[in-house]
């Protein structure tokens, strides 16, 4: 599996989303993807008690550990590469987590509009590319 270059959604270098836990489709803390990303892990979340709750109703439970697959359950303030199609539907309900923007995949804007990942931004002013 070739990544795809680990540019983020401002167009710079894509920088670490998490090493604890270690997130990412390819498990290096990076929120990078390929093609063989269906679920397209690239927005780099802030979990929230309020989207956890929500996830684990739509059915992706992502606070009870599962040690069989070494994971140990999301808890609030833990950064988490996040399927951008789950971050949309989060945002449209009204409860997405917040974003990372340097850690979130430019491949994120195939599903969520900037001016969203923007709105939910952790950066105090991030700067927006053209």
């Not at 498990?27 to 996830?55: I, K, P, W």
């Not at 009204?94 to 340097?102: N, Q």
């Amino acid at each position: 599996m070739e990544k795809d270059p680990s540019i983020n959604v401002l167009g710079g270098d894509l920088v670490p989303c998490s090493a604890t836990p270690l997130t990412g489709f390819f498990r290096n803390g990076h929120c990078d993807t390929c093609a063989a990303d269906q679920g397209s892990h690239t927005v780099c979340a802030v979990m929230t008690a309020e989207f956890l709750a929500y996830s684990k109703y739509v059915g992706n439970d992502l606070s009870t550990p599962r040690p069989e697959f070494r994971f140990e359950g999301l808890k609030p303030g833990d950064r988490w590469c996040l399927c951008a199609t789950r971050f949309l539907q989060a945002h449209d309900e009204g409860c997405a987590p917040k974003v990372h923007l340097a850690g979130t995949h430019q491949r994120a804007l195939d599903v969520v509009p900037l001016a969203v990942l923007v709105s939910q931004s952790i950066d105090p002013d991030p700067p927006v590319r053209d």
